[in-house]
């Protein structure tokens, strides 16, 4: 069983910064795979970014490539989603994800473990 504890969401102004952080407990990260979903109010849930094989495997959603950037702290089992130049949409709930093997998916339905979400909103 995995456990899964997001924190750091918030409100900041459009291209300002925010750090989402993933506690994890109950397995190694590294067999395992970590994600970050986003679900928009009235939207499906989406993919924006991953973290594989120990952190040697990453994958980005199109819309946040060059702007997030997802990394991970072995020693604290804690996964991290740096998110810089913020823009109102952006703005959702985002959800840590794990699922029990190798490779990156985008799919929900391809994670077995999840969050309770933290609200990030981008507004001036």
């Known amino acids: 069983q995995v456990q899964l504890v997001e924190s750091g969401g918030g409100l900041v102004q459009p291209g300002g910064s925010l750090r989402l952080s993933c506690a994890a407990s109950?397995?190694?990260?590294?067999?395992?795979?970590i994600a970050w979903f986003r679900q928009a109010p009235g939207k499906e849930r989406e993919f924006v970014a991953a973290i594989s094989q120990g952190g040697t495997v990453r994958d980005y959603a199109d819309s946040v490539k060059g702007r997030f950037t997802i990394s991970t702290d072995g020693a604290t089992s804690t996964v991290y989603l740096q998110m810089n130049s913020l823009k109102p949409e952006d703005t959702a709930v985002y959800y840590c994800?794990?699922?029990?093997?190798?490779?990156?998916?985008?799919?929900?339905?391809?994670?077995?473990?999840w969050g309770q979400g933290t609200q990030v909103t981008v507004s001036s």
């Open positions: 994800a794990a699922r029990n093997v190798l490779g990156i998916r985008v799919l929900t339905t391809d994670y077995d473990y």
């Open positions: 109950g397995r190694s990260f590294i067999t395992s795979t």
